[in-house]
Nanobody, 126 residues
Framework: VQLQASGGGLVQPGGSLRLSCTAS????????MGWFRQAPGKEREFVAA????????RYADSVKGRFAISRDNTKNTVFLQMNSLKPEDTAVYYC????????????????????WGQGTLVTVSS
């Protein structure tokens, strides 16, 4: 199983970015998917998650209303649309596949995710 994240970069505060994560070697719609992030000097934290069908999503309070997770199962890809970015959103962003199609447990815990992408760096700075 491989997860390839892309779309990171440098953006000014208030700007937007769209991250993508494409999966290979897996039946993509067998799994819910999530995004986590790790800021410099901090532990990795949950950002957002989505069930296999895309009909249910979950967000960390810190990004609710600004970020949107979605997926296209025909392209084996999950997206993270990030709007109204703040300097505190600066981090390496990781995509991961959840253990089941539904978010039937502590989806905010990285221990419930089985495969991880390599990360893409997002820097929010003027």
């Amino acid at each position: 199983v491989q997860l390839q994240a892309s779309g990171g970069g440098l953006v000014q505060p208030g700007g937007s970015l769209r991250l993508s994560c494409t999966a290979s070697g897996v039946t993509f719609d067998d799994y819910a998917m999530g995004w986590f992030r790790q800021a410099p000097g901090k532990e990795r934290e949950f950002v957002a998650a989505i069930v296999w069908s895309g009909t249910i999503t979950r967000y960390a309070d810190s990004v609710k209303g600004r970020f949107a997770i979605s997926r296209d199962n025909t392209k084996n890809t999950v997206f993270l649309q990030m709007n109204s970015l703040k300097p505190e959103d600066t981090a390496v962003y990781y995509c991961a596949s959840y253990r089941h199609p539904y978010l039937d447990g502590p989806y905010y815990s990285e221990d419930t995710y089985t495969n991880w992408g390599q990360g893409t760096l997002v820097t929010v700075s003027s």
